[in-house]
């Protein structure tokens, strides 16, 4: 093809213009790469943080009444019961998974002539699937055998754990709880937390319910943790659970200070929203430079135009019609586009793959994760690429198809 | 055939109106051979781009092969110029980037078809001009008369009807020039109309019919 070989021949003539246009090109490719890359990281970083409490649950508490009902008044306390929580699993189709937990604060651990106060937890199995704990290598969460018989073992956060043993190994190990003996089935496997209540799940401890009960006699709940079986009912889920315990308790379903809820299902439509919005917020800032990299690849397609006058003359005296000249010009601004966004896009890969390998440590990456390349992000920025190419020629190319045969040939 | 009738070119030029032509009445019947002839300024030109469809006449009538040309759009001009004119100019006007070959393919590029037929057609015009073996020379490693031959063959690309010579030999030493105008009448006796738009009244002579313009308008037309 005749355009290709001009083309670069005209590339040869313009060669610094040309690789100047290119190389801010491939800079503004490359910040939007990036841009886009850094985005995708943060918000994969802040997702698997608030993963970290749990993906999909709902947490319930105890509340009071705030409208009277049935002929009973205000400021009624609204208790939480074991039972209440199986009889909501039972009642409610909707719920999937369901843990109970009761909280005893200041338990005391010792271990040889190691010793700490913390959190002992009472749940049921359901509860490590539901918040996400997961055991390091070796050990295991509680199990059903383990409710059923109230054994009496205890699953340790990681934190926990390196206090009372340091780096020796912890499971199998008898641990002293309030001076009664337990068995150490597991330890927590070390994950990244950024939203929780009552505690970070490194701190805390975990034993049966059942067991939890006979050693501290506890008659009410802290909470109820569950997971709606489908993510798109959950809002009916939640109104089921006000009309059970209403039902049971007697009070008004449509008063929601009865109990309070933490629904993260909401959260997480929310920070979708919040990340959608950096992203693009990080792609506008990115396209920006490539736009100022489209504005001189217009600038430079003009002069090329104008040094071309009486070749485009020719061409339109040989037969040429508009939309040929136009293609041409246009093919020539998406050349140089791909050229520029080719290399930037290998640039800005490298460049993604190096801070990758790089170890980094600090808190703060794994807060903001590590910047990430997605086909998403290659499309998008293929997209814009291509715009810009399209753009910065379309205007130059539509004024050489308006050149005027007969001067340009008359020009010498 | 050709056919101009009170076919005028007015330019602005600012705010004064130039006339290039003032009304010209021109036939010219199938496979004619004849020269315009007239000084500098006197319209010959224009007219040559009317006639070529690279303008288009500011009052009268034009038709070519019975078409009125005035109302086609400048698309509709192209595909004319395309397939039925070839352009022969007193500077050649070659892509000087270009080798002799890509030029002799260009109009053909406009016209479509695979490129084979296309390479395969470029060479043939070449080796009929006598370049076969400059085909992959770029202009500036041609002399004048080569160069001239190349702007021929392509102005041949597409089988045109009518060939437009504007001083085809202007810028040629007189040997060179000799060839190119041999090349215009074995052009005519193959079928085409050819018209040559020169000063030289030496040239002119060479032609069965000589046109004479001054100042815009046909001041002499001799058939012989």
């Not at chain 1, 001009?6 to 213009?17: A, G, I, P, S, V």
């Not at chain 1, 798109?232 to 659970?241: G, T, Y």
């Not at chain 1, 440590?361 to 814009?384: C, D, H, N, W």
Request: net charge positive; proline share 3%; charged share 25%.
């Amino acid at each position: 093809m005749i355009n290709l070989q001009q083309f670069f021949r005209e590339l040869k003539k313009e060669r610094t213009r040309i690789l100047l246009t290119i190389l801010a090109i491939v800079w503004g490719t490359a910040s939007v790469v990036i841009m886009l890359a850094i985005g995708e990281g943060v918000t994969r970083g802040l997702q698997r943080g608030m993963h970290g409490m749990g993906k999909g649950i709902v947490v319930v508490w105890s509340g009071e009444t705030s409208k009277p009902f049935k002929g009973l008044g205000i400021g009624r306390r609204i208790h939480l019961r074991e039972e209440d929580a199986r009889m909501l699993q039972e009642q409610i189709p909707g719920i999937g998974l369901m843990s109970p937990e009761y909280i005893r604060w200041g338990a005391y651990f010792t271990w040889n002539d190691h010793s700490m106060s913390t959190r002992a937890t009472g749940v049921y199995p359901a509860y490590g699937q539901l918040r996400n704990i997961y055991p390091q290598k070796g050990g295991r969460f509680l199990n059903k055998l383990d409710l059923k018989s109230r054994r009496r073992v205890v699953f340790l956060g990681n934190e926990v754990k390196e206090r009372l043993f340091g780096d020796k190994e912890a499971v199998g190990e008898t641990v002293y709880l309030n001076r009664v003996p337990f068995t150490v089935i597991g330890v927590l496997k070390k994950k990244l937390q950024t939203s929780c209540y009552s505690g970070m799940d490194q701190d805390a401890t975990f034993i049966p319910a059942s067991t939890f009960r006979v050693m501290f006699g506890h008659r009410h709940l802290n909470d109820i943790v569950y997971s709606p079986r489908d993510i798109s009912r959950a809002k009916q889920v939640k109104e089921q659970v006000y009309q059970v315990m209403g039902k049971k308790y007697k009070f008004d379903p449509k008063d929601k200070d009865t109990l309070r809820m933490w629904d993260t299902i909401e959260m997480q439509e929310g920070f979708g929203k919040v990340s959608t919005g950096v992203r693009i917020f990080l792609g506008i800032i990115g396209g920006l430079t490539l736009i100022v990299a489209g504005v001189g690849l217009a600038n430079i397609m003009y002069a090329v135009i104008r040094n071309r006058t009486r070749e485009i003359g020719i061409k339109i005296a040989v037969g040429a019609k508009r939309r040929n000249i136009i293609t041409e010009y246009i093919l020539q601004s998406l050349l140089t586009v791909s050229a520029g966004g080719a290399i930037g896009l290998g640039f800005s890969w490298s460049l993604v793959k190096v801070i990758n390998i790089i170890p980094l440590k600090q808190e703060a990456f794994q807060y903001l994760g590590r910047p990430v390349m997605s086909v998403t992000t290659a499309l998008i920025t293929a997209g814009v690429l291509g715009l810009v190419g399209f753009l910065a020629g379309i205007f130059p190319a539509r004024r050489a198809a308006s050149v005027n045969p007969v001067d340009a040939l008359r020009c010498e | 055939m050709i056919k101009l009738t009170g076919v005028k070119k007015i330019y602005q030029m600012g705010k004064i109106d130039v006339a290039a032509i003032r009304g010209i009445d021109l036939k010219v019947e199938n496979n004619e051979y004849l020269s315009v002839l007239g000084p500098s300024g006197s319209g010959k030109s224009t007219l040559m781009h009317i006639i070529g469809c690279l303008d288009t006449p500011t009052e009268g009538e034009y038709r070519l092969e019975g078409r009125d040309v005035s109302g086609l759009s400048s698309n509709q001009l192209a595909e004319i110029r395309n397939k039925k004119v070839g352009f022969v100019f007193q500077s050649f006007n070659l892509l000087p980037y270009a080798t002799a070959l890509e030029n002799v393919e260009l109009p053909m590029i406009y016209k479509g078809g695979s490129a084979r037929q296309r390479r395969k057609r470029a060479g043939e015009l070449l080796a009929k001009v006598g370049l076969g073996d400059r085909a992959r020379h770029r202009p500036t490693e041609l002399s004048g008369g080569e160069r001239q031959r190349v702007a021929i063959a392509r102005a041949l690309a597409n089988s045109p009807s009518i060939v437009l010579a504007d001083e085809p030999t202007g810028n040629l030493d007189s040997t060179s020039g000799k060839e190119v105008i041999q090349v215009f009448d074995e052009l005519w006796q193959q079928g085409c109309i050819v018209i040559i738009v020169t000063h030289d009244s030496e040239i002119a002579d060479r032609t069965p019919r000589i046109v004479k313009l001054l100042d815009g308008r046909v001041v002499d037309d001799m058939q012989r």
